[in-house]
């Protein structure tokens, strides 16, 4: 399985598009592992990032 944001060809992930993080979560608010998501490394640690920073914000359980 490819990377979402590399066949997409995002290279930051804003953490403002909650609707694309959401996928990266589970149910409840957990972000999922790379091995679920397909994400490469590099775009993993940004999910996490940007997850965490969302979360800061309120925008994301
Ligand atoms: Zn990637």
Redesign the pocket.
Known sequence: MA????QKNIQTIDFKDTEILRHFTSGTGKIRPKKKTG??A???RQIAQAVKRARFLALMP
């Open positions: 990377c979402y944001f590399c994400a490469c590099t775009h993993q």
